[in-house]
């Protein structure tokens, strides 16, 4: 079966850094885009960035570019998630997904990992 697990998250200072992993199972990781995704305490999920197979950057949201970089590892089957100078604003529950790209859609998503980030 097809699973996604993002591990990584936690309490930390604003300021600080921390480095989130997904770890994918049951799929040919490499054949897919991965991106990540945070919702916050009401508010919608929103798009933090992407990588496309050959680890090049689709595009990040503007609230975190030059503070995030994303990575994947397609030997370890893992994407990554480097959230460098973390801000408060930046608390959220955080979701790895892939992207096909015969039809341009994520279609398998992780259960989430908590990253709170205290001022």
């Known amino acids: 079966q097809v699973q996604l697990v993002e591990s990584g998250g936690g309490s930390v200072q604003a300021g600080e850094s921390l480095r989130l992993s997904c770890v994918a199972s049951g799929l040919t990781f490499g054949m897919y885009g991965l991106g990540w995704f945070r919702q916050a305490p009401g508010k919608e999920r929103e798009f933090v960035g992407s990588?496309?197979?050959?680890?090049?950057?689709?595009g990040f949201a503007d609230s975190v570019k030059g503070r995030f970089t994303i990575s994947r590892d397609n030997a370890k089957n893992t994407g990554y998630l480097q959230m460098n100078n973390l801000k408060a604003e930046d608390t959220a529950v955080y979701y790895c997904a892939l992207r096909t790209y015969w039809k341009d859609t994520y279609v398998y998503w992780g259960q989430g990992t908590q990253v709170t980030v205290s001022s």
């Open positions: 990588i496309n197979r050959s680890s090049g950057t689709i």
